[in-house]
C-alpha cells in the first residue's frame, strides 16, 4: 500500500522568499503524484502533477514540483511567495489498483509572513 | 468553482443519529471519492464508485455508507453517529482513471 509523508507541518517565510515542502511517498508500483492548495474554508485544488515524462512540472501560481524516483521524493517550489499563497499544502501519491485510491499526506501550513 | 457540488454545506446532530449527505460530480466524471478531514486524523481516504460501482475502499467504518445513482450522484450515509465522527467531509470527482480529483467545498458535520 502506498504511503505519503510530509516531513514539515509547518513552514513560515518571508514574502518574496522562495521555498520548498518536501513530500516522500513509498510505494510498490508505478504511482501518480500531485500537489493540492486547500485555503480556508474550501475545499482541494490541484497545483500540479505528475503522471510521466519530464520529471520537473509546472503547476498554477509558479509553483513546480520535481518528482525523484530514486529518492521517492515529490519537493514542491516557489521562488518567490506571496502572501496569498498563506494556505494548506498537500501531497498526494494514486495507485492505479483497479481503483484509484488517492492518499494524502497530513499536510504542511505555509504562512507567509509580511 | 471546480463544478462537484456538495450539500449540505453545514449539518449539526445528536449522537445515535444518521445522515445522508450528498455529493453532485462534475459533468462527464464518471468517479466519485469521498474523504473525511479531521485535525487528528487529517484528510482519510473512505471509498470511491466509478459509474455506480465500487472500486476502492479506504478507512470507512462499518456504521458508514456510501452508493453512486445512474445519474452519478453519490450519497455517503452516516450512521449512529459519534462524537469522533465531527468532520468535514469531501466529495471528488475524476476523469476517467486520471487519479486527478476536483474536489466540492465540503459538508461540516458536527455531532453533539
Known amino acids: 500500500a502506498q504511503s505519503v509523508t510530509q516531513l514539515d507541518s509547518q513552514v513560515p517565510v518571508f514574502e518574496e522568499a522562495p521555498v520548498e515542502l518536501r513530500c516522500n511517498y513509498s510505494?510498490?508500483?508505478?504511482?501518480?503524484l500531485f500537489w493540492y492548495v486547500q485555503y480556508p474554508n474550501q475545499g482541494l485544488q490541484l497545483l500540479l502533477k505528475y503522471l510521466s515524462g519530464s520529471t520537473l512540472v509546472k503547476g498554477i501560481n509558479g509553483f513546480e514540483a520535481e518528482f525523484n524516483k530514486s529518492q521517492t521524493s515529490f519537493h514542491l517550489r516557489k521562488p518567490s511567495v506571496h502572501i496569498s499563497d498563506t494556505a494548506e499544502y498537500f501531497c498526494a501519491v494514486s495507485e492505479n489498483t483497479g481503483g484509484f485510491k488517492t492518499i494524502f499526506g497530513a499536510g504542511t501550513r505555509l504562512f507567509v509572513k509580511a | 468553482d471546480s463544478g462537484v457540488t456538495q450539500t449540505p454545506k453545514h449539518l449539526i446532530t445528536a449522537t445515535g443519529q444518521r445522515v445522508t449527505l450528498r455529493c453532485s460530480p462534475r459533468?462527464?466524471?464518471?468517479?466519485v471519492y469521498w474523504y473525511q478531514q479531521s485535525l487528528d486524523q487529517g484528510l482519510q481516504f473512505l471509498i470511491q464508485?466509478?459509474?455506480?460501482?465500487?472500486?476502492a475502499k479506504g478507512n470507512i467504518l462499518e456504521r458508514f455508507s456510501a452508493q453512486q445513482f445512474p445519474d452519478l450522484h453519490s450519497e455517503l450515509n452516516l450512521s449512529s453517529l459519534e462524537l469522533g465522527d465531527s468532520a468535514l467531509y469531501f466529495c471528488?470527482?475524476?476523469?476517467?482513471?486520471?487519479?486527478?480529483?476536483?474536489f466540492g467545498e465540503g459538508s461540516r458535520l458536527t455531532v453533539l
Open positions: 471528488a470527482s475524476s476523469p476517467v482513471f486520471s487519479g486527478e480529483l476536483f
Open positions: 464508485y466509478y459509474n455506480g460501482e465500487e472500486r
Open positions: 459533468s462527464g466524471d464518471l468517479s
Open positions: 510505494s510498490s508500483v508505478s504511482v501518480y
